[in-house]
């Protein structure tokens, strides 16, 4: 991949006004690709019916084609010509959208096969975010856009981040400032109204809350990923190694510390929560923290952007504590796996 321009080779960002949603939109009907902001992550966007333009986001990406995109809309109206809503689907865009909460549903003849990695099914969302909203608006297109990132890298939680990895790749980035969540949608699968929901990906909507609103307990996991010789993945964000800084990784159980690193190496330990002063770090390793009183919520706001800051650190190794497997903690325990390549495909 070519290396980003230098900063003052590139345009500024289009600002968060009128005008720079405006510009946006107009972008984006004329079928280029464009970085927004939503309260997950940034996106880059592209008309998801336009092949030619979304063939542009896989190969800025270097994104694989086994691997779908999200479509993005203002709201379930949004997307009565592109797919087919079950009684579950229906029930939770009424609950979760707009928000942080992407389903899985049947599609129509209308979205191309180059969304959806070959599959009859479509992943749908419509996002909170106001200046994504606006765009929407404006263009009255639905939008592919899958995080502004290098394939594999850390995800973008502010515009410096597309910039950074794409450099004049990406010239056109919407500014929303600081995203507002930090961590990719929760992903639902409730295409087929005879088997259960099953989230495909935690995130900020918890299987708690699904549970509640449906009614019926909704299962974990990912399905098997290849289904057919001629099928991609059922959902973005399932391969095992996924959201990875290039800093080697690893992941600690409560009751583990990081191993002292060899003399003249530094490695990073990042904690939930500021720790004791009794809880010394090994010699060599530097101690960082997410969140003041380990709220996971505010863990996963500042995750992505730690590791980008420490990925360019000069660090040999980063350790991460991991999270009580519930709530929030369900989310960002599924990021430091894939983080550290030991995610569940």
Request: overall charge neutral; proline content about 12%; glycine content about 8%.
């Amino acid at each position: 991949m070519p290396s980003p321009s230098p900063a003052e080779d590139l345009p500024p960002f289009l600002p968060p006004t009128p005008a720079g949603t405006a510009r946006a939109a107009e972008l984006l009907r004329a079928g280029e690709v464009v970085a927004l902001p939503t309260e997950t992550v940034y996106g880059l966007a592209a008309h998801a019916l336009n092949e030619q333009a979304v063939r542009k986001v896989f190969a800025i990406k270097g994104r694989p084609l086994i691997d779908p995109l999200i479509v993005h809309g203002l709201d379930a109206g949004f997307f009565a010509s592109l797919a087919h809503f079950t009684p579950a689907a229906r029930q939770l865009a009424e609950a979760c959208w707009p928000g942080p909460l992407t389903m899985i549903v049947r599609k129509t003849a209308a979205v191309p096969l180059l969304v959806t990695a070959g599959r009859d099914t479509v992943a749908l969302r419509t996002p909170a975010h106001p200046l994504m909203r606006a765009v929407l608006e404006a263009c009255q297109l639905p939008l592919a856009a899958p995080s502004a990132n290098p394939f594999g890298y850390l995800s973008p939680t502010r515009a410096e981040h597309v910039r950074a990895s794409f450099g004049g790749r990406v010239p056109w980035i919407l500014d929303g400032g600081a995203c507002a969540l930090g961590l990719e949608s929760t992903i639902v699968d409730v295409s087929d109204e005879t088997a259960p929901p099953r989230i495909l990906r935690p995130g900020p909507i918890t299987p708690e809350t699904l549970t509640q609103i449906l009614g019926q307990l909704v299962e974990i996991g990912a399905p098997t990923p290849l289904a057919a010789s001629n099928e991609g993945l059922a959902a973005p964000g399932l391969l095992a190694r996924h959201y990875s800084p290039r800093t080697p990784l690893e992941l600690l159980e409560p009751t583990q510390s990081p191993v002292t690193p060899p003399v003249g190496e530094r490695a990073a330990w990042v904690r939930l929560q500021r720790p004791k002063p009794a809880d010394a770090a090994p010699r060599g390793v530097e101690v960082f923290w997410l969140s003041e009183d380990g709220d996971l919520a505010e863990a996963a706001r500042g995750l992505y952007d730690l590791l980008r800051r420490l990925d360019l650190a000069g660090y040999e190794k980063i350790w991460c504590d991991c999270a009580p497997e519930s709530g929030w903690g369900l989310a960002l325990n599924d990021r430091l796996r894939r983080a550290a390549g030991r995610g569940k495909p």
